[in-house]
């Protein structure tokens, strides 16, 4: 929510469409990818995840692609709803106890 | 839902008071977590627990305590609330046998004037 900042990207999109919500990574040995989805004045809430032997995994409605040469990670919706409206972030485990997250992209979704 | 409980959800301090933040938990987790989270900022770790009387810093530990005395609650303490420490704390846990995702409780505001 609100807490998050003020000044995050955004996408907008239309109900209906699909959304592609990007992120970068930093670390190459990092081994499992988290998506979160954050409403306004909620905690963050899994959405699905990915390990690095992987590059695509499918949930209901999102897709999880991982591009390890290029340390990117993107998270698609599918159909995208006015209650998918939130914000989004990656996290990666770049070691025991370390999940490093992302600080975020707002998805507006207009009906 | 991972049966986590924050308390307080809202609180109003002044710089220099001490500050105590409670997670609860039911389901009886080994790890628990404090985070925060600040605009401009993924969220950071605070410290974390791995068992009863068993906790360890992570990256933003400085001006922060930590307890566990039983499994079910995991303190998070301001010695001294200084401005800099207003924030939104996050409470996770980990599931056993999981791949590692967190699952968060509903957030603490806490703002210190």
């Known amino acids: 929510g609100e807490s998050v900042g003020l000044h995050l990207p955004t996408l907008s999109v239309q109900e209906g469409d699909n959304s592609i919500i990007n992120c970068a990574y930093s670390n190459s040995a990092s081994d499992y990818f988290i998506w979160y989805k954050q409403e306004s004045g909620k905690g963050p809430q899994f959405i699905i995840d990915?390990?690095?032997?992987?590059d695509k995994r499918q949930g209901q409605r999102v897709t999880v692609l991982l591009n390890k040469t290029v340390k990117h990670l993107s998270l698609q919706i599918a159909a995208t709803q006015p209650g998918d409206s939130a914000v989004y972030f990656c996290a990666e485990r770049t070691g025991f106890q370390k999940l490093v997250f992302g600080t975020g992209t707002r998805l507006l979704v207009s009906p | 839902d991972a049966g986590i409980t924050q308390s307080p959800r809202h609180k109003v301090t002044e710089t220099g008071t001490p500050v105590t933040l409670r997670c609860h938990q039911t389901e009886n987790h080994r790890y628990m977590y404090w985070y925060r989270q600040d605009p401009g900022h993924g969220l950071r770790l605070i410290h974390y627990s791995y068992g009863v009387k068993d906790t360890d810093k992570g990256e933003v530990s400085d001006g922060y305590s930590v307890s566990r005395s039983k499994t079910e609650d995991f303190l998070l303490t301001l010695e001294s609330a200084t401005s800099s420490q207003t924030s939104v704390y996050f409470c996770a846990i980990t599931r056993e046998g999981s791949t590692g995702e967190l699952f968060f409780g509903e957030g603490s505001r806490l703002t210190v004037l």
């Open positions: 990915i390990r690095s032997n992987m």
